[in-house]
């Protein structure tokens, strides 16, 4: 097994780790009322932090190894929480499934209701993690100039989309586009002499075949359909 397939399989069983902890809080709810949110938030915020706390390590020494150097030591705090999601609040991010409870009662029933709020939830975790290894590669990149820019690499198991941006080269200090359960990540270009003639962009209304790139404005660059017109951030984590 390459490098790279070791980490995207360490930082997968991380965003499942966390997606499951979370998902033994939501399931372990008296009710998903007002006053459940509060306690909600105070246990899972933390275990996602500590996910992406083990992301950002793992990302440190992923790339750390590729480069043959000692690990940077990366500033935790920078990237985890609100710093991921543009200074949006965990506690806001995370009382958003019970929003999701609350606006689907009436049109599929409570338990179905609540599964969709589950599943708002997990995905929100997992996310996060994600964002967390993603925002650390940036970082990385501009505390070390050997890095010139990035290789996309995708996750096995991708979607259609992100198969179209496998081996992408982009800057050093552009964050990767992404989507919910996306497990794709990005291999470092580095040297004095690299040529970067081949590197594109991520900006907004680019495409790449059947791809388009729109920017987020929690998530950042985020990928979609090129057939179908971005919606905006009501539907999304």
Request: aromatic share 8%; charged share 20%; glycine share 8%.
């Amino acid at each position: 097994m390459s490098l790279n397939a070791v980490y995207q399989n360490e930082i997968k069983k991380t965003r499942q780790a966390v997606a499951n902890a979370v998902k033994l809080h939501w399931n372990n709810l008296p009710d998903y009322r007002d006053d459940s949110i509060e306690p909600f938030v105070s246990k899972v915020v933390p275990i996602v932090e500590a996910g992406q706390r083990r992301a950002i390590s793992l990302t440190d020494a992923y790339i750390s190894h590729v480069l043959g150097v000692k690990p940077l030591g990366l500033d935790l705090t920078q990237l985890t929480g609100a710093n991921v999601r543009n200074g949006v609040d965990p506690a806001t991010v995370y009382a958003r499934p019970f929003a999701t409870v609350w606006s689907s009662i009436e049109t599929i029933g409570f338990a179905a209701a609540v599964i969709k709020g589950m599943n708002r939830l997990t995905s929100t975790a997992e996310m996060d993690v994600t964002l967390s290894a993603r925002d650390a590669r940036v970082a990385y990149a501009k505390a070390d100039d050997n890095i010139v820019g990035w290789t996309r690499i995708a996750d096995g198991n991708c979607c259609d989309f992100c198969q179209m941006l496998d081996g992408v080269k982009t800057g050093a200090t552009e964050p990767q586009p992404l989507h919910n359960g996306c497990g794709c990540d990005a291999e470092p270009i580095y040297g004095a002499h690299v040529d970067t003639s081949d590197f594109v962009s991520f900006e907004p209304g680019s495409v790449f075949d059947d791809a388009e790139i729109q920017q987020h404005g929690e998530l950042g660059p985020y990928i979609t359909n090129k057939a179908y017109s971005f919606t905006g951030p009501k539907n999304l984590n």
